[in-house]
């Protein structure tokens, strides 16, 4: 468990759960183009889900950006900052696996007794690796 701030610059999203696989990945190659514009960036790639609170719930909000080292003095047109303050249950590996991830993290945080906060979004940091990217999911639990 760890308590993490996220200061984030980026864009808004939002669809059908089921087509995040394929939306939130295209609107972070539109973003990637804009990187240039976010002042003190880190370079850090970052999302922010919507939690996904039932069966019947089908739609959801996320968030692509970049992580930010201070709230910038301007946000670029079209772009928001967001900040969360929270407390997670993390866990990190080859983003080829990012569902098996997701599920393990949810066993384990259940196991452990950790009471997810579905009104918290869930966050993805990116990370290059040699032979690809790596994925750090931050799920968020109650105090």
Known sequence: MVKKVFRVVG???????ANFGVEVPKLAQQLQLRKGEIEYHSGTEIALFEPKRDESHLEGQYFVG???NEAGQSVPAG????ETAQSY???????N???NLHNQLLQWADEQGFKRDLEAQIVETY?????????????????
């Not at 864009?11 to 759960?17: E, F, R, S, T």
């Not at 772009?79 to 967001?82: G, H, N, R, S």
């Not at 249950?89 to 983003?95: C, E, P, Q, Y």
Request: charged share 15%.
């Open 127 to 143: 990370h290059p690796i040699e032979n690809g990217e790596e994925v750090e999911i931050y799920l968020p639990i109650l105090n």
């Open 66 to 68: 970049f992580t930010v």
């Open 89 to 95: 249950v993390t866990t990190r590996g080859n983003i």
């Open 97 to 99: 696996h990012l569902s």
């Open 79 to 82: 772009m928001d900052y967001i």
């Open 11 to 17: 864009i808004k999203g939002n669809g059908p759960y």
